[in-house]
């Protein structure tokens, strides 16, 4: 998130940005966008549906209040995602990079919760 209520970015349409540049003139071939998150709305989401059309990705994300319930479980998805699958690549490459350097700083994220339990005793 941004620490400012703007931030302004420099985008290179073949890199994703790393950190917030300053609002210098941009070289030619790249775009100077700014952001603004004055009226953004924080959701946390433990769950995430992802699903595809030829054209569009869809990702619904939610809250699943008891991730370990058993039988059957209603998740209420609180947002919708919809994206191109360019957009969609660019995420995942960013996200890749952001996971990399958590993992890189703190230690490997194991996504299998059993074996995180079996880890932890």
């Known amino acids: 998130m941004a620490k400012d209520k ?6 290179d349409p073949d890199t994703a940005p790393e950190a917030p540049a300053t609002p210098a003139a941009a070289p030619s071939g790249q775009q100077t966008l700014t952001v603004d998150d004055a009226r953004i709305v924080a959701s946390y989401a433990n769950f995430c549906r992802v699903s595809s059309t030829p054209e569009e990705l869809i990702l619904d994300l939610g809250l699943n209040p008891n991730p370990f319930a058993q039988g059957s479980v209603t998740v209420n998805v609180g947002q919708r995602i919809i994206m191109n699958h360019f957009t969609a690549k660019r995420l995942l490459q960013a996200l890749a ?4 350097r958590h993992e890189q700083a703190f230690g490997t994220l ?5 074996r995180r339990l079996r880890s932890g005793t």
């Not at 990079?97 to 990399?100: A, I, P, R």
């Not at 194991?110 to 059993?114: G, H, L, R, S, Y």
């Open 110 to 114: 194991e996504t299998d919760v059993m």
């Open 6 to 11: 703007n931030e302004t970015l420099k985008l």
């Open 97 to 100: 990079v952001t996971l990399q």
